[in-house]
């Protein structure tokens, strides 16, 4: 209420003064000079105008901060709860007396009277979840429809995420076969798990993620020998015990036989195979932890490491058979490489030398000694789309820079991020590449700030990042030793990533937040809930997704989606940054929605450090110039 009133005050006190403001003119004008009242409706005419302006402004920012509001309450798991929720919030955002929300299953929510109505339909991509009836005609305004169109898209994520966990539980309950146990444990057998772990794929929409965790005792056969086969068998008790309580209810255990388990897990609620197979070595590292914890067997205190594989694939991509001959690969390539987890990676499987020589390679890279350097960065400027205009490509000035790995490999040539990246968040490098590229961003932006060139600098964060637990320490340690500000970096993360409900990356973003440095969305629009980050995540920047840039000038939604993007932005107080602009006319239509920046071909290409220090120091001077000429200096 306050929030509503505060504004309804200010510009009440406001039009009260301009309107005693107008009155004594009006009465001074009377008593000097008849002619002067001819200027009286002019000045009423433009107080009109301010006064409309300015109530029409508060209004706009009032109603987007209430459809973010909105937006946040559609995200429930019961169906129910979140189509009463879009009746709700449709009633609320666009002021209507009644809706309605009828599902493509058949199932209706919320009741409309005879009359006039407004459908909208609701799909996620190709599938239709149904349709949100409203009260009334068709909205006539442009942003009324633009409202309610990207309102449908986020009550048709949240109705389909939510009728897909309502499909899931009528299913389970209709499974009936008959559970066919291990004698020892109690756990599932290989047959149960295979047929049942077919039944749970096949139930789940096709490209979810599930994984497969398949895990070995260590030297069992120590157990057996030492203490006897009673004692062995006593040992996989507790063993299958752990496993069970180190799971979810909706998680399969099985015993597979000897001292072989294994886990089905279907409920890894994140959306993304980076972000899915990072969860799953969570739960892998954890489960091994558990495992491992000292036991006391007939007297005798022992501890029993497993080595543990992690299989990761989309629903309906590979039945339980292939996924427990890619758990069985990764757990054997543990067992080999002496790590307590490993995962699935298709370039072992098929025995591709030439990439797990890359992996080795790349660790040579890491560590080579200065002036022997292959890996190194190039720094690609986002350009201001306002203010002076500067030299001929680049329109405003340097709002930040990426720095985007390259490996000068001394066989292959010059490889791109595609190149090597994929291998490399398969494997345990993948920490060790993250804090190179943090270390040599910072430094140079330290160095050019020293230099009084002080730039923003963003580095690309991947989901198996942020499931390190030490990433905020890290990033605290770097930017203390080269004395470089946290607000001036900002890590860029997928919007998949931000909206993950992992804790782990939960915890992370929010340490890092806690330093300073600031958040980006990279690839903002490409997910179900685009909307709904901005609401969750304290971010503090916006990048559009150069495919929405590049149709944006031809197709209407890739249109709509970057305005829709640029005005909420701006309504949340956040920064927009364009990718992939690569022509002037996308440039300048990308200003005239509001866009802050613009980041492409069109301004420079990516520049080794040297290049983008010679760009800095040209904009300094550039500037210097304009100041001059303005006679500012």
């Given at each position: 209420m306050r929030g509503i009133a505060g504004p309804i005050l200010g510009g009440s006190l406001l039009m009260l003064v301009g309107n005693v403001a107008a009155g004594l003119v009006i009465v001074w004008a009377c008593s000097t000079?008849?002619?002067?009242?001819?200027?009286?409706?002019?000045?009423?005419?433009?107080?009109?105008?301010?006064?409309?302006?300015?109530?029409?402004?508060?209004?706009?920012?009032?109603?987007?901060?209430?459809?973010?509001?909105?937006?946040?309450?559609?995200?429930?798991?019961?169906?129910?709860?979140?189509?009463?929720?879009?009746?709700?919030?449709?009633?609320?955002?666009?002021?209507?007396?009644a809706a309605r929300v009828v599902l493509a299953g058949g199932r209706t929510y919320g009741d409309l009277p005879d009359g006039p109505m407004t459908a909208r339909p609701l799909a996620v991509g190709a599938v239709s979840v149904g349709?949100?009836?409203?009260?009334?005609?068709?909205?006539?305004?442009?942003?009324?429809?633009?409202?309610?169109?990207?309102?449908?898209?986020?009550?048709?994520?949240?109705?389909?995420?939510?009728?897909?966990?309502?499909?899931?539980?009528?299913?389970?309950?209709?499974?009936?076969?008959?559970?066919v146990r291990d004698?020892?444990?109690?756990?599932?057998?290989?047959?149960?798990?295979?047929?049942?772990?077919?039944?749970?794929?096949?139930?789940?929409?096709?490209?979810?993620?599930?994984?497969?965790?398949?895990?070995?005792?260590?030297?069992?056969?120590?157990?057996?020998?030492?203490?006897?086969?009673t004692a062995g068998d006593e040992v996989l008790k507790v063993i299958a015990r752990r496993v069970q309580d180190a799971g979810n209810d909706g998680d399969l255990h099985a015993r597979l036989g000897g001292d072989e388990f294994a886990i089905l897990v279907t409920d890894l609620a994140v959306g993304g195979a980076d972000l899915a197979l990072a969860a799953a070595v969570e739960r892998a590292r954890k489960l091994g932890a558990q495992i491992a914890a000292p036991m006391r067997i007939d007297g005798v205190a022992l501890s029993k490491e497993p080595s543990i594989g992690v299989a990761v694939a989309e629903a309906g991509s590979a039945d339980l058979t292939e996924l427990l001959r890619r758990a069985d690969i990764a757990m054997y390539q543990a067992k080999d490489g002496g790590q307590p987890v490993a995962w699935y990676d298709p370039s072992r499987d098929d025995a591709s030398t030439d990439r797990l020589a890359l992996l080795a390679e790349l660790r040579e890279a890491l560590a080579a000694?200065?002036?022997?350097?292959?890996?190194?960065?190039?720094?690609?400027?986002?350009?201001a789309l306002t203010?002076?205009?500067?030299?001929?490509?680049?329109?405003?000035?340097?709002?930040?820079?990426?720095?985007?790995?390259?490996?000068?490999?001394?066989?292959?040539?010059?490889?791109?991020?595609?190149?090597?990246l994929p291998a490399v968040e398969g494997s345990e490098l993948i920490a060790p590449l993250t804090h190179w590229v943090l270390e040599r961003a910072i430094a140079l932006a330290s160095g050019w700030r020293r230099a009084g060139l002080a730039v923003p600098v963003a580095v690309n964060i991947s989901a198996r990042s942020l499931a390190e637990r030490q990433l905020p320490e890290t990033i605290g340690?770097?930017?203390?030793?080269?004395?470089?500000?946290?607000?001036?970096?900002?890590?860029?993360?997928?919007?998949?990533?931000?909206?993950?409900?992992?804790?782990?990356?939960?915890?992370?973003?929010?340490?890092?937040?806690?330093?300073?440095?600031?958040?980006?969305?990279?690839?903002?629009?490409?997910?179900?809930?685009?909307?709904?980050?901005?609401?969750?995540?304290?971010?503090?920047?916006?990048k559009i997704d150069r495919e929405f840039v590049a149709q944006m000038l031809d197709a209407p939604k890739p249109g709509a989606i970057v305005q829709a993007t640029v005005d909420?932005?701006?309504?949340?107080?956040?920064?927009?940054?364009?990718?992939?602009?690569?022509?002037?006319?996308?440039?300048?239509?990308?200003?005239?929605?509001?866009?802050?920046?613009?980041?492409?071909?069109?301004?420079?290409?990516?520049?080794?450090p040297d290049g983008l220090l010679a760009v800095l120091r040209e904009r300094r001077q550039l500037q210097r110039r304009h100041l001059r000429a303005e006679g500012a200096v």
């Open positions: 000079s008849g002619f002067l009242l001819l200027l009286v409706p002019p000045v009423l005419w433009l107080m009109h105008q301010f006064y409309a302006n300015r109530l029409g402004e508060d209004e706009e920012r009032r109603t987007w901060a209430e459809f973010a509001e909105v937006a946040r309450e559609l995200n429930r798991l019961d169906e129910r709860d979140a189509a009463q929720a879009g009746i709700a919030g449709a009633m609320r955002l666009f002021g209507v007396s349709e949100l009836q409203l009260a009334g005609s068709e909205p006539h305004r442009d942003r009324d429809r633009l409202m309610l169109a990207t309102f449908g898209d986020a009550l048709a994520a949240a109705l389909h995420d939510a009728v897909t966990h309502h499909e899931l539980r009528t299913m389970s309950e209709r499974t009936t076969y008959d559970a004698p020892l444990t109690g756990l599932y057998n290989r047959a149960a798990l295979l047929g049942r772990g077919n039944v749970r794929l096949a139930a789940r929409p096709p490209g979810e993620p599930v994984a497969l965790l398949l895990l070995d005792v260590n030297d069992f056969k120590e157990v057996n020998n030492a203490l006897g086969h000694q200065p002036g022997e350097d292959q890996l190194t960065l190039e720094l690609q400027p986002a350009v203010g002076p205009a500067g030299a001929s490509n680049s329109g405003g000035q340097i709002t930040g820079v990426e720095a985007l790995i390259r490996w000068q490999h001394p066989r292959r040539g010059k490889l791109s991020p595609a190149q090597f340690d770097l930017l203390t030793r080269h004395r470089f500000p946290a607000e001036m970096l900002v890590l860029e993360i997928t919007e998949t990533v931000m909206l993950s409900s992992s804790p782990v990356v939960d915890e992370v973003l929010a340490r890092v937040r806690r330093l300073g440095v600031q958040l980006a969305v990279d690839d903002f629009g490409t997910g179900y809930s685009a909307f709904t980050v901005l609401t969750r995540v304290p971010v503090q920047e916006v909420l932005a701006r309504r949340l107080g956040l920064r927009v940054v364009a990718e992939g602009v690569e022509n002037p006319e996308q440039r300048a239509r990308l200003a005239e929605l509001g866009c802050t920046a613009a980041q492409g071909f069109l301004f420079y290409p990516p520049l080794p």
